[in-house]
């Protein structure tokens, strides 16, 4: 165990690795345990304050580094800013209270259809790394891309590629643990996790900031994808609205069920 001292060798000043490491640890717990309590959903922002614009650039960069599956980043993010954006977001939020008085917007949406070229970003990036012949890691990696992502997410009009995914997770599953997947059902709940990780993301960073967010999941879809231009295949996972909360805006105490209920220690 390291030991340090202050440059006077006074020994009432002896730290060890143990204690500074556990130092570190609470700082970072206290830190997120104020986020957590400080993150509420707001639904009415104060109008006479705007949130800068670097606190939703830094929010929008912290979002791209979400966890998701199998770094497909089968995702987009639209940040509405302008007034005339804003405005035209308020219905098609449904008149939300927390859509009429937010400062910024944010659309979440899940691109299953980019999936290929996701996949190919992905088999570049690990084939750039190689010198030489490839490594086990650099060979699985790009068999993964190459080979399992093609399987997990072609389909056809026939459902011919949903049976065989069907199958393989059937007969596979006799045996072993094994991955079980199918259909379109199957794909979209994937990318729609991935997505959900990365709005959660976007939400604590704002609340980092010292602002606040409102998922909304009252939103006309087929108009939001309009007004955005995007194609058949993108989907709609969440609005976030951004603004400085009021007091109204929050409805009432937090309720949760009891732990117990949701927590289980096996």
Known sequence: MSVLTSKHNDPTLVLTTSHINKYIRYMYSKEFDNIIQFR????????????PEEVMIKSLERTVLSPNSSNMQLWEFYWIHSNSELEKFVP???????AKTAKE????????????????????KIKSTITGEPGKLQKGGLDYYGK???????????GIMSTVRRSI???????????????????????????ALAAQTFMLSIAAEG????????????RVKRALNLPRGAEINMIISVGKGTEEGIWGPRFRVPNNEVIFKR
Request: net charge positive.
């Open 40 to 51: 509420r959903s707001n639904r009415a922002f104060d109008a006479s304050i705007e949130v």
């Open 92 to 98: 098609l939020c449904l008149n939300q209270q927390a």
């Open 105 to 124: 917007m944010v659309v979440f949406v899940t691109r299953k259809d980019k999936w290929r070229s996701r996949a190919k970003w992905n088999y570049e």
């Open 148 to 158: 399992v992502m093609p399987l997990l997410y072609s389909n056809d009009g026939l």
């Open 169 to 195: 997770s059937f007969f596979m599953g006799l045996r072993k643990p094994f991955f079980r997947t199918g259909g379109v059902a199957n794909q979209r709940i994937m990318v729609h996790k991935s997505c």
């Open 211 to 222: 602002f606040h967010t409102c998922p909304m999941e009252g939103f006309d879809e087929m």
